[in-house]
C-alpha cells in the first residue's frame, strides 16, 4: 500500500547533510511500520560524486545497519560499471559482507518483446495491428527500456503512423550523447567501436583495424578498451568455434553515426 509521508526539516538544529534526511525518513515510517524506497536511475553514475563515490557508498552502507524502514535500489544500463563502483567483493568496500539482492533485466526474446508491448498496450486501451508491432520489434529488438520508450510514445501521442519513428529519432540522439560523452574519455572507445561496426570481430582483427585505420595501439590498450565497453554496455561477447567474439548488439548504436 503506498503511503504519504510528511517531512518537517526545519526541525533540523544543526548544519543539514543526506543523513539527517534519512533518519527522519526513517523515523517518520517507523511510526508508521512501512518503508520507503529510494532508487537511483544510471547508478554507476554516483562513482563521479563524493571520493569517487565512497562518500555515497558509506552513506548507504550505514543506512544498511541502522535505518530498516529505507531501501535503496540502485538500476543501471552499465552492469559492470556498477558492479565496479560497489566493489562488493573487495574487503575494504563499504558493502563487503552485506547482502545486496539482484534483478538482472534480460534482452527479451522477439515472441517475448511482442507479448510486452501487446499487453502494455492493452493495459492504456490501444489496440495496434500487429504488424506495427512487429515493426517496432523488428527495429528495437529486445531491449526493454527502449520498447517501454515507444510504448510511451505512442500513448502519449496517439499518433500511430510516426510514433516509432519519433522512438527511433529520440533514441538515437540519446545515444549521441552516451558516444560523446565516450569519447570524451578516450578517442580509442570510438575507434574499436567503429572497427567492431565494420565488421571485425575477434581481438587481433579489432586491434589491426584500429592501428591501420586510426592510429598505434598497445594490445594492454586494445584490451582495456574492449573490457571498458563490455562494462558499459556498448558491446557484448560471445564465443564462435572457440574464439572469444565482440559484437555490437544495440540496434541504436549501429544507427547512430560515430564520428
Given amino acids: 500500500m503506498w503511503g504519504r509521508v510528511e517531512l518537517n526539516f526545519e526541525r533540523l538544529q544543526k548544519a543539514r547533510n543526506s543523513l539527517d534526511y534519512l533518519e527522519l525518513i526513517n523515523k ?29 557508498l558509506n552513506l548507504m552502507a550505514h543506512k544498511y545497519d541502522n535505518l530498516e524502514h529505507i531501501i535503496f535500489v540502485l538500476t543501471g544500463s552499465e552492469v559492470g560499471v556498477l558492479h565496479d563502483f ?6 575494504d568496500s563499504p558493502f563487503f559482507g552485506r547482502y545486496v539482492h539482484e534483478v538482472f533485466l534480460e534482452r527479451f526474446q522477439r515472441s517475448e518483446a511482442i507479448k510486452f508491448l501487446i499487453e502494455g498496450f492493452n493495459r492504456v486501451g490501444i489496440e495496434l495491428r500487429i504488424e506495427k508491432i512487429e515493426r517496432a520489434v523488428d527495429l ?26 519519433e522512438t527511433e529519432k529520440s533514441l538515437v540522439k540519446m545515444v549521441k550523447k552516451e558516444l560523446d560523452s565516450l569519447k ?42 574492449l573490457n571498458a565497453l563490455q562494462k558499459m554496455g556498448f558491446i557484448e561477447v560471445a564465443y564462435k568455434d572457440g574464439r572469444k567474439i565482440y559484437n555490437i548488439s544495440d540496434p541504436m548504436i549501429r544507427k547512430t553515426p560515430l564520428s
Fill in 184 to 225: 570524451l574519455k578516450s578517442e580509442n572507445y570510438i575507434s574499436v567501436l567503429e572497427a567492431i561496426g565494420f565488421g571485425t570481430e575477434t581481438f587481433s582483427q579489432i586491434r589491426n583495424f584500429v592501428q591501420i585505420r586510426f592510429s598505434l595501439i598497445t594490445d594492454q590498450t586494445s584490451s582495456n578498451n
Fill in 86 to 91: 560497489l566493489d562488493l567483493e573487495n574487503a
Fill in 28 to 56: 517518520a515510517k517507523e511510526r508508521k511500520r512501512s518503508k520507503v524506497f529510494i532508487a537511483f536511475d544510471e547508478a554507476q553514475i554516483l562513482r563521479f560524486y563524493g571520493r569517487d563515490g565512497k562518500d555515497l
Fill in 140 to 165: 528495437l529488438d529486445g531491449i526493454t527500456g527502449y520498447l517501454s520508450m515507444y510504448g510511451y510514445i505512442t500513448y502519449t501521442t496517439r499518433d500511430w503512423e510516426n510514433a516509432l519513428q
